[in-house]
């Protein structure tokens, strides 16, 4: 008889028991398998389940977005916040959005942009305070008055200190009543001046009331550039045309009507007798009749300057223009419009 090996273990056939243990357990797992398919093909409704969730009272505030890197041109401000709409109105809104409340807080929902951008009313202006414009230079030169500087204006190239009528020219400039010639800064002095111009320098320097009618000079027409202070000076008697109806506006104006054109719209009379005055005069037969009244009125107010000698009138020759404007002071001076100025070339009967 042969000794057996006890038999395999491993190698029995399995028993009742285990194949039933088998079976359950299969069992149990396909059981778990068909539920989780079936589950998967019904579709698992999260938004229900977590809405069931929200409606329950927080307690702790949703996670805050965080944004990284703002754009200026994307910023939400508070009115693009508040006009926005809501989640709710969309159709299919996701289960976060779902939760929000009605009333947003920008301060807390979007702590980084409330930090980056200050949400602030939009000034549409700035004040005067903000808006200054610093200057290059760091103080203001202040434009000097006429009396802080008096001769500023009526430095001619041709006009010294020492020049006979420099007083006289500086006055008149400074009061506008005479003007150089800027394109070379001088004044002339030496040169004549027409009937026009002295008629709108006279309207310029007096401003005597009318007694006369208006002129109709055949000569000048109302586009001549002087028309106006021609019809204005021969209406006040300073200066009146010839007998046969002309002005002359063109023609250089002799010494001896300057005096007449003086004389009679400032109303002067002669005190004395022509004759007596006019004997200061080397020269005084040289002077027309029709003028040596108003000559002699003239001679006696102390508007007559001669330059360079006192006893010299030179009546007929055309009068320059320090010769006017010395002579138009001086029927300043007389009218009580200007202090006088010393000057040794008055004459003084």
Excluded at 113 to 136: D, G, K, N, Y
């Amino acid at each position: 008889m042969r000794n057996l090996p006890p038999p395999d273990s491993d190698s029995s056939p399995l028993g009742l028991e285990e194949w039933i243990g088998i079976i359950i357990a299969v069992i149990t797992i396909g059981g778990i398998l068909i539920g989780v398919l079936g589950q998967r093909q019904k579709g698992l409704n999260l938004q229900q389940w977590i809405g069931s969730l929200t409606s329950e009272p927080k307690t702790e505030a949703p996670e805050e977005p965080k944004v990284t890197s703002p754009i200026a041109e994307e910023i939400p401000t508070r009115e693009t916040l508040s006009s926005a709409p809501l989640a709710t109105d969309s159709p299919s809104p996701s289960p976060a959005v779902a939760a929000a409340p009605e009333s947003i807080d920008e301060d807390e929902a979007f702590p980084e942009i409330a930090r980056a951008v200050p949400l602030a009313p939009i000034v549409s202006a700035p004040t005067t305070e903000t808006a200054e414009i610093p200057t290059e230079t760091p103080e203001a030169t202040p434009t000097p008055t006429p009396t802080e500087t008096p001769d500023a204006a009526v430095k001619f190239a041709d006009v010294p200190d020492d020049y006979w009528a420099s007083p006289y020219i500086t006055a008149l400039v400074q009061r506008d009543i005479m003007s150089g010639f800027p394109e070379d800064n001088t004044f002339k002095p030496n040169s004549s001046i027409t009937r026009a111009e002295f008629a709108a320098l006279l309207r310029s320097a007096f401003d005597q009331q009318p007694t006369l009618e208006t002129p109709n000079f055949k000569d000048i027409s109302s586009d001549f550039w002087a028309w106006s202070a021609i019809q204005e000076t021969s209406k006040t008697n300073f200066l009146r045309g010839y007998p046969n109806n002309t002005f002359q506006p063109k023609q250089p104006i002799p010494k001896v009507q300057v005096l007449v054109a003086l004389a009679s719209g400032l109303g002067l009379e002669a005190n004395q007798s022509p004759q007596e005055v006019l004997q200061t005069y080397q020269d005084s037969a040289q002077i027309p009749e029709y003028a040596r009244e108003k000559v002699s009125a003239a001679t006696e107010a102390g508007i007559v300057v001669n330059y360079p000698n006192t006893e010299s009138l030179n009546p007929t020759q055309d009068a320059t223009r320090a010769e006017v404007a010395a002579m138009v002071y001086q029927a300043l001076v007389e009218a009580g419009k200007a202090d006088a100025v010393t000057s040794e070339y008055v004459v003084n009967p």
